[in-house]
């Protein structure tokens, strides 16, 4: 019975109990969605301080004076939008790259 009190057609609509709710999204992950991002100069030049290319770096859930947890993927989250000097100094990250990045944070800083 449709919601307006009409009945439903199920044979003329074909399909409609084939429907299922919507597929659950494909969480973002480090290795798939995010390595991937960086160049080479980027992780050749932030080798010293802040390894891109290191799934177990970029994952670490520990937290440090700045930030609560995952620091090491939050400080670079926050100089990839840093308005003033972003990273990489040669042009910021285009926002659907960006939105890639806070979806990763958001499913949970997936390896
Ligand atoms: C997506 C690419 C990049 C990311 C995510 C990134 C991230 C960062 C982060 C998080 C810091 C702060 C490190 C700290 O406080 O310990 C930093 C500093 C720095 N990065 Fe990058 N970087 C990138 C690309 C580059 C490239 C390509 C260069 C060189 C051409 C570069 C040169 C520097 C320099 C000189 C600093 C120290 C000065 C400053 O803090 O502005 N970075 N970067």
Not at 2 to 14: E, L, P, Q, Y
Not at 22 to 36: C, F, K, L, N, S
Not at 64 to 93: C, E, I, K, Q
């Amino acid at each position: 019975m449709g919601g307006d009190g009409h009945a439903v057609d199920r044979d003329r609509i074909g399909c409609i109990d084939d429907l299922q709710p919507e597929e659950e999204g494909v969480a973002t992950t480090y290795g798939a969605d995010i390595q991937p991002l960086f160049r080479a100069k980027d992780i050749k030049c932030m080798s010293a301080h802040v390894s891109l290319n290191d799934p177990q770096y970029m994952c670490d859930p520990a937290g440090d004076g700045t930030f609560p947890d995952h620091a090491n993927a939050r400080l670079v989250y926050s100089r990839l939008t840093d308005p003033d000097s972003p990273m990489p100094p040669d042009g910021p990250w285009p926002p659907n790259q960006i939105a890639t990045y806070q979806s990763w944070m958001t499913d949970g800083f997936q390896p």
